[in-house]
């Protein structure tokens, strides 16, 4: 009904190959883009930017950069949170070294440094696969965050051992640090998250995409039709580590404002692990699908008491929703073992189809 | 159905009498945390707070006759949560009890802008005290310099100090690192070795490694700065490597009767600093008693009555209270707002007579606070564990604030200047 592809004829290659060969498709992102740089930040409060919007894109930032490497290539990785913590660490020595750098410049750059650890810890899965691996990335979650702990030099030598964004003008507006307000902190985010999302859709249907997917699905397989292992592993450890790192350099730069070594310990690389797995592995959208149950649902959960009126205290609060966001994750997972976007996938194919059955 | 018809008339007309029922208050959320690992050691506090505010609802009406609201927000000791909290409530609250050096850390920078007076009783950051540059930020009645600075005056008076070693064990986290500086000023002024043995957040349960170094390095004394399992972890090992109790000092943190309980008599003889003392017979347990626990209001039960935790948060509900009474005497309003409060806490003065009018006899020393001293620095009592209970061993202690002055001025100017632009308050003199 809403989804009739009757009448949208392909009459050349590169229309059958757009990004959104349906009309509806391409229709329903462009609301979602209104919504996101317009419609939400014209009336978005402080508590909602704070809480809801940034948290939400920086969290699916950095599951694509999982999902990529888990998701596309079928390297399992448990040491996400540490590669964030480089990106984080080496955009706040960039700053520090270099206060007249522009933030974003510098934030796009802390991937390169994440990138490279990422690689360095990628080389032993040329030889080991699935648990083995997710033991190997797990060494370099442990190793990094001792690591920030250990090395002074990284933070500056401060006494707290921890690090603190300090205030960043660009062209006369702060956009990180206490000074800078939300809205501008949620546009630096929304433009590189925007940005790095189409690079990531673009990189997963070309070549590279169909080499990591090779790799995934069979890699002896892969081997024999041509493709280079090596490369093929090592660019996908290579560019998941890029986007994790930049989304690492955003979560402290534009939200936390301050971050200590344990920050990035192995709780919040489970965390997006779980957002990535929900969301769906192999796929662009589910991240962001995961993001918005993992981050934003409990936040919600939390108001309604408050906007209802029941009086209850904030500490069962606090219960219910573990609970409850507890049992929503094992209900999807059951309903559909491929996550959110599979849903939203065969949704779809039911609208297109629809008003016929299988 | 009918049933959940009902259930959702009611719901929404006690919303819209709540609604409409803004009366005079003033809210002072706490960023509680009884959930999560630290839950052990935040329920007892929580509720002390809780209950001294709520006693004074009943009683007196609140403060200067305006009942304080003081809502609990859950944080679990998490971070994230806490922002989540601070965002939640910072359009209408009049104070921030962040509770977490985490939270704290990300609310400080961001007080001169909210304009929202931080209230951090014995925790947070040390140079803090300086109130000319950390203009919204309070941590009175004491500062872990403070702490540090009375345990060694203490240690010395047992005996010279010159030659002796004294092992460090702290958490290694912001919080555990906090009173290094000021140890390593007074080991080098006073001739004594300073072994700093860290535990890390994962090894806080099994210390094993941390007590086969203390055995090793044999020290005269253990100086603990601890939290959460940490503490109760490392009083099991002291107690099987049979270290000797008397000569292990806690910070007030570590004073939880419940980590000592669990060694019970074994315990006997370990220390713990503390600017607060649970006084059964303050005749503010008396009230609490009759207008709070009696009338079924409070969570709390009569073991942890006793406490010493439970106590300290009479007293940190107590100088919230004192800072608004203050602030409502000079402005002449019943509702102050965040920024009256500030002024409130800058000019809070708990003499003797006034801590007895209080009810809080014997539960904290006197200070005051000034805009240059945000600290007051009541000095503190070193309690001892006697297998059952904390009691006092020591006189009234006073830090020597002098010795590091100097370093706290240089740490806030250091901060200043990391986090530029930011206003200090020329107006004051100290």
Same mark, same amino acid.
């Given at each position: 009904?809403?989804?009739?592809?009757?009448?949208?004829?392909?009459?050349?290659?590169?229309?059958?190959?757009?990004?959104?060969?349906?009309?509806?498709?391409?229709?329903?992102?462009?609301?979602?883009?209104?919504?996101?740089?317009?419609?939400?930040?014209?009336?978005?409060?402080?508590?909602?930017?704070?809480?809801?919007?940034?948290?939400?894109?920086?969290?699916?930032?950095?599951?694509?950069?999982?999902?990529?490497?888990?998701?596309?290539?079928?390297?399992?990785?448990?040491?996400?949170?540490?590669?964030?913590?480089?990106?984080?660490?080496?955009?706040?020595?960039?700053?520090?070294?270099?206060?007249?750098?522009?933030?974003?410049?510098?934030?796009?750059?802390?991937?390169?440094?994440?990138?490279?650890?990422?690689?360095?810890?990628?080389?032993?899965?040329?030889?080991?696969?699935?648990?083995?691996?997710?033991?190997?990335?797990?060494?370099?979650?442990?190793?990094?965050?001792?690591?920030?702990?250990?090395?002074?030099?990284?933070?500056?030598?401060?006494?707290?051992?921890?690090?603190?964004?300090?205030?960043?003008?660009?062209?006369?507006?702060?956009?990180?640090?206490?000074?800078?307000?939300?809205?501008?902190?949620?546009?630096?985010?929304?433009?590189?998250?925007?940005?790095?999302?189409?690079?990531?859709?673009?990189?997963?249907?070309?070549?590279?995409?169909?080499?990591?997917?090779?790799?995934?699905?069979?890699?002896?397989?892969?081997?024999?039709?041509?493709?280079?292992?090596?490369?093929?592993?090592?660019?996908?450890?290579?560019?998941?580590?890029?986007?994790?790192?930049?989304?690492?350099?955003?979560?402290?730069?534009?939200?936390?404002?301050?971050?200590?070594?344990?920050?990035?310990?192995?709780?919040?690389?489970?965390?997006?692990?779980?957002?990535?797995?929900?969301?769906?592995?192999?796929?662009?959208?589910?991240?962001?699908?995961?993001?918005?149950?993992?981050?934003?649902?409990?936040?919600?959960?939390?108001?309604?008491?408050?906007?209802?009126?029941?009086?209850?205290?904030?500490?069962?609060?606090?219960?219910?929703?573990?609970?409850?966001?507890?049992?929503?994750?094992?209900?999807?997972?059951?309903?559909?073992?491929?996550?959110?976007?599979?849903?939203?996938?065969?949704?779809?194919?039911?609208?297109?189809?629809?008003?016929?059955?299988? | 159905?009918?049933?959940?018809?009902?259930?959702?008339?009611?719901?929404?007309?006690?919303?819209?009498?709540?609604?409409?029922?803004?009366?005079?208050?003033?809210?002072?959320?706490?960023?509680?945390?009884?959930?999560?690992?630290?839950?052990?050691?935040?329920?007892?506090?929580?509720?002390?707070?809780?209950?001294?505010?709520?006693?004074?609802?009943?009683?007196?009406?609140?403060?200067?006759?305006?009942?304080?609201?003081?809502?609990?927000?859950?944080?679990?000791?998490?971070?994230?949560?806490?922002?989540?909290?601070?965002?939640?409530?910072?359009?209408?609250?009049?104070?921030?009890?962040?509770?977490?050096?985490?939270?704290?850390?990300?609310?400080?920078?961001?007080?001169?802008?909210?304009?929202?007076?931080?209230?951090?009783?014995?925790?947070?950051?040390?140079?803090?005290?300086?109130?000319?540059?950390?203009?919204?930020?309070?941590?009175?009645?004491?500062?872990?310099?403070?702490?540090?600075?009375?345990?060694?005056?203490?240690?010395?008076?047992?005996?010279?100090?010159?030659?002796?070693?004294?092992?460090?064990?702290?958490?290694?986290?912001?919080?555990?690192?906090?009173?290094?500086?000021?140890?390593?000023?007074?080991?080098?002024?006073?001739?004594?070795?300073?072994?700093?043995?860290?535990?890390?957040?994962?090894?806080?349960?099994?210390? *094993? !490694? #941390?007590?086969?170094?203390?055995?090793? =390095?044999?020290?005269?004394?253990?100086?603990? +700065? /601890?939290?959460?399992?940490? %503490?109760?972890?490392?009083?099991?090992?002291?107690?099987?490597?049979?270290?000797?109790?008397?000569?292990?000092?806690?910070?007030?943190?570590?004073?939880?009767?419940?980590?000592?309980?669990?060694?019970?008599?074994?315990?006997?003889?370990?220390?713990?600093?503390?600017?607060?003392?649970?006084?059964?017979?303050?005749?503010?347990?008396?009230?609490?008693?009759?207008?709070?626990?009696?009338?079924?209001?409070?969570?709390?039960?009569?073991?942890?009555?006793?406490?010493?935790?439970?106590?300290?948060?009479?007293?940190?509900?107590?100088?919230?209270?004192?800072?608004?009474? *203050? !602030? #409502?005497?000079?402005?002449?309003?019943? =509702?102050?707002?965040?920024?009256?409060?500030? +002024? /409130?806490?800058?000019?809070? %003065?708990?003499?003797?007579?006034?801590?007895?009018?209080?009810?809080?006899?014997?539960?904290?020393?006197?200070?005051?606070?000034?805009?240059?001293?945000?600290?007051?620095?009541?000095?503190?009592?070193?309690?001892?564990?006697?297998?059952?209970?904390?009691?006092?061993?020591?006189?009234?202690?006073?830090?020597?604030?002098?010795?590091?002055?100097?370093?706290?001025?240089?740490?806030?100017?250091?901060?200043?200047?990391?986090?530029?632009?930011?206003?200090?308050?020329?107006?004051?003199?100290?």
């Amino acid at each position: 009904m809403l989804y009739r592809t009757a009448g949208q004829f392909k009459t050349s290659y590169a229309k059958d190959q757009a990004l959104f060969p349906i009309k509806q498709d391409a229709f329903l992102l462009g609301v979602i883009l209104v919504f996101a740089w317009v419609i939400f930040p014209l009336t978005a409060s402080e508590f909602t930017f704070q809480t809801l919007l940034i948290p939400i894109l920086i969290y699916s930032l950095t599951a694509m950069g999982l999902n990529i490497l888990t998701g596309y290539a079928g390297q399992l990785s448990l040491g996400t949170a540490a590669f964030m913590g480089v990106g984080a660490y080496a955009c706040y020595k960039m700053i520090t070294i270099m206060p007249w750098m522009n933030p974003i410049v510098a934030i796009l750059l802390s991937g390169v440094f994440s990138a490279g650890v990422g690689v360095a810890f990628g080389i032993p899965s040329l030889r080991i696969k699935g648990f083995y691996l997710a033991i190997a990335t797990l060494a370099a979650q442990f190793f990094l965050v001792w690591l920030f702990e250990k090395w002074a030099w990284l933070y500056n030598y401060n006494a707290s051992g921890a690090i603190q964004v300090p205030n960043l003008e660009m062209f006369g507006v702060y956009v990180a640090g206490p000074q800078a307000s939300s809205v501008v902190q949620y546009y630096v985010v929304l433009f590189i998250v925007c940005l790095l999302t189409m690079v990531c859709i673009n990189l997963t249907r070309g070549t590279l995409g169909r080499t990591w997917k090779a790799t995934r699905d069979m890699d002896i397989a892969a081997e024999l039709i041509g493709i280079n292992l090596m490369k093929s592993k090592l660019t996908a450890f290579a560019v998941s580590s890029y986007i994790v790192g930049v989304s690492g350099a955003l979560f402290v730069f534009m939200w936390r404002g301050a971050a200590e070594p344990n920050l990035f310990d192995i709780p919040l690389s489970f965390r997006i692990l779980f957002i990535a797995i929900i969301g769906g592995l192999g796929s662009i959208m589910g991240n962001y699908l995961g993001a918005i149950l993992i981050v934003g649902l409990p936040v919600v959960l939390n108001l309604l008491p408050n906007a209802l009126g029941i009086p209850i205290d904030s500490a069962t609060v606090e219960h219910l929703n573990i609970m409850i966001v507890g049992s929503l994750i094992v209900f999807f997972l059951i309903v559909e073992p491929h996550g959110l976007a599979q849903l939203w996938r065969l949704i779809r194919e039911k609208l297109i189809i629809w008003p016929f059955p299988h | 159905m009918k049933h959940f018809t009902k259930l959702a008339i009611a719901a929404v007309v006690a919303g819209i009498t709540a609604g409409s029922a803004i009366a005079q208050e003033l809210y002072a959320p706490n960023l509680a945390y009884r959930t999560g690992p630290f839950a052990a050691t935040g329920i007892p506090l929580m509720n002390g707070q809780a209950d001294y505010l709520a006693m004074l609802n009943a009683r007196d009406g609140g403060v200067g006759g305006v009942p304080v609201n003081a809502e609990e927000c859950e944080t679990g000791y998490s971070t994230e949560k806490g922002v989540e909290c601070y965002e939640k409530t910072k359009d209408r609250s009049i104070v921030t009890q962040p509770w977490s050096t985490g939270i704290t850390l990300q609310v400080l920078p961001k007080t001169n802008i909210d304009m929202i007076p931080i209230l951090a009783p014995g925790y947070g950051f040390s140079p803090m005290m300086d109130g000319k540059t950390f203009q919204w930020a309070f941590n009175a009645p004491a500062g872990y310099w403070d702490a540090a600075d009375m345990i060694i005056q203490f240690i010395e008076g047992q005996g010279d100090l010159n030659g002796k070693k004294v092992a460090f064990l702290h958490l290694d986290h912001p919080f555990g690192k906090e009173p290094l500086p000021v140890l390593e000023a007074a080991a080098e002024a006073k001739g004594f070795e300073l072994v700093p043995i860290p535990v890390g957040l994962k090894e806080m349960q099994n210390q *094993s !490694a #941390q007590w086969l170094q203390i055995r090793r =390095e044999r020290p005269d004394y253990v100086v603990m +700065w /601890g939290w959460g399992a940490m %503490n109760a972890g490392a009083i099991t090992e002291a107690v099987k490597t049979k270290f000797p109790m008397e000569n292990m000092i806690g910070v007030w943190w570590s004073g939880h009767d419940a980590d000592l309980a669990i060694v019970g008599d074994k315990g006997k003889g370990y220390k713990s600093i503390s600017w607060s003392f649970p006084n059964a017979d303050a005749p503010v347990m008396a009230d609490i008693q009759k207008h709070v626990i009696d009338a079924g209001k409070s969570q709390t039960n009569d073991a942890e009555m006793s406490g010493v935790f439970y106590g300290r948060g009479i007293i940190i509900s107590a100088i919230l209270a004192e800072g608004i009474a *203050s !602030a #409502q005497a000079h402005f002449g309003t019943g =509702e102050i707002n965040a920024e009256q409060l500030r +002024w /409130g806490l800058e000019n809070i %003065n708990m003499t003797e007579e006034r801590i007895n009018e209080l009810g809080l006899n014997g539960m904290v020393a006197p200070f005051s606070t000034s805009c240059g001293n945000h600290t007051g620095h009541s000095g503190g009592w070193m309690l001892e564990w006697d297998g059952a209970k904390f009691v006092k061993v020591s006189d009234h202690l006073m830090p020597n604030v002098d010795s590091y002055a100097e370093l706290a001025n240089a740490k806030a100017a250091e901060y200043a200047e990391a986090n530029a632009p930011w206003p200090v308050n020329e107006d004051c003199g100290g």
